[in-house]
């Protein structure tokens, strides 16, 4: 049984149940299925939506400025993330706690190289662009 401590009245201790225990697991299980179904959706919005930016770029011929390179940069970015990092995370959300503790620290390594280089990428870019403008 866990012992909780009261702090709006320390005359009392206050224990938790077994039945809010089992609320508790529960409610966490059920937010962490809400998280993995978000993190698939954003996986699936963040992949369409880059792979039309890019094929739109590709096609169109007005869009071939090298103005506009920096939108397919920021897409390329955004599109690492969609397919490889948010397809870990949720990966990583399904281990249960004694996976998570083997898991390979290679990967725990990849996954925050491919974030901080997304993130410079989708930070840099619009900043780039901005000079390249000011500039002309």
């Not at 190289?113 to 930070?123: M, N, P, Q, R, Y």
Request: net charge negative.
């Amino acid at each position: 049984m866990l012992m909780m401590y009261n702090h709006t009245n320390p005359t009392e201790s206050s224990t938790w149940t077994e039945s809010d225990r089992m609320k508790s697991i529960a409610f966490l299980d059920e937010l962490e299925l809400a998280e993995k179904i978000i993190l698939i959706i954003f996986v699936i919005c963040t992949t369409i939506g880059n792979t039309l930016v890019l094929v739109a770029i590709w096609r169109e011929a007005s869009l071939h400025p090298p103005n506009k390179y920096f939108v397919v940069c920021l897409a390329v970015a955004d599109l690492l993330v969609g397919m490889i990092l948010e397809p870990l995370m949720v990966y990583d959300l399904s281990l249960d706690d004694e996976s998570r503790r083997h898991i390979c620290i290679h990967l725990c390594h990849f996954m925050a190289w491919i974030d901080t280089f997304a993130l410079s990428a989708s930070i840099y870019t619009p900043i780039s662009q901005a000079q390249e403008a000011t500039s002309i």
